[in-house]
């Protein structure tokens, strides 16, 4: 089995920062890209950032800038440093990993049980 821990949301003030992590576990091969994504009351999840094994990454315009998504291979490991948050940056993040376990042929997609975020204006 293959578990997504999340970690590091919370409460805070506009213009305040949080880091997020994520951490997988179980019997994992290799992991390849990995990401953030974000579900507001109301709207679809989508996604915020995400980074290659080779540490490629990409943002959705509404961070850029803001944002910095970072991994550590060795701890299996995803960051997401948000900096200059707003109100509309409120939602649930979910980590997302493309994982291959030890004996299986094609990678799957697994995620985490989700974080809350709540930015007060």
């Known amino acids: 089995q293959v578990q997504l821990v999340e970690s590091g949301g919370g409460l805070v003030q506009a213009g305040g920062s949080l880091r997020l992590s994520c951490a997988a576990s179980?019997?994992?091969?290799?992991?390849?890209?990995m990401g953030w994504y974000r579900q507001a009351p109301g709207k679809q999840r989508e996604l915020v950032a995400g980074?290659?094994?080779?540490?490629?990454?990409n943002y959705a315009d509404s961070v850029m800038g803001r944002f910095t998504i970072s991994r550590d291979n060795a701890k299996n490991t995803v960051y997401l440093q948000m900096n200059g948050l707003k109100p509309e940056d409120t939602a649930i993040y979910y980590c997302?990993?493309?994982?291959?376990?030890?004996?299986?042929?094609?990678?799957?997609?697994?995620w985490g049980q989700g974080t809350q975020v709540t930015v007060s204006s």
């Open positions: 179980g019997n994992i091969f290799r992991i390849n890209a």
């Open positions: 997302n990993a493309q994982i291959l376990r030890v004996g299986a042929y094609f990678p799957s997609d697994y």
């Open positions: 980074i290659t094994s080779g540490g490629s990454s």
